[in-house]
């Protein structure tokens, strides 16, 4: 079982930067392969960025490539997610999410992840 909290979301205007965290319990944080998704009022969940359990491969969706980075801190059970240039269409609740097959692979359907925090807020005013 893991449990997982994000932090980091807020209100921010268009242009700016936010991170998020999402701390995970447990001692096999090291055996997951990470996600970020996100799901907007009146739209479906959707992939941001998965990055591998060695941290070796990440990947990003082309709505947020070259904008966002994600990475992880074996050592302290945490993912990130560092966004920077936002734009009010990244508004939408953030959830980040294990994926016990850690492999280097690209996983993107939310069925494939099997442990979800309960999500953060990020609001992009312009």
């Known amino acids: 079982q893991v449990q997982l909290v994000e932090s980091g979301g807020g209100s921010v205007q268009a242009g700016g930067s936010l991170r998020l965290s ?3 319990s447990g001692r096999t944080f090291s055996f ?3 996600g ?3 799901q907007a009022p009146g739209k479906e969940r959707e992939f941001v960025s998965r990055i591998s359990r060695s941290g070796g491969s990440t990947y990003y969706a082309n709505s947020v490539k070259g904008r966002f980075t994600i990475s992880r801190v ?3 059970n945490t993912v990130y997610l560092q966004m920077n240039s936002l734009k009010p269409e990244d508004t939408a ?3 980040c999410a294990a994926d016990f097959d ?3 692979a690209l996983r993107i359907s939310d069925y494939e992840y099997d442990y979800w925090g309960q999500g953060t807020q990020v609001t992009v005013s312009s």
């Open 93 to 95: 609740v953030y959830y």
């Open 36 to 38: 970020w998704f996100r």
């Open 22 to 24: 999402c701390a995970a």
């Open 32 to 34: 997951y392969a990470m």
């Open 74 to 76: 074996n050592a302290k």
């Open 102 to 104: 850690g492999s280097e």
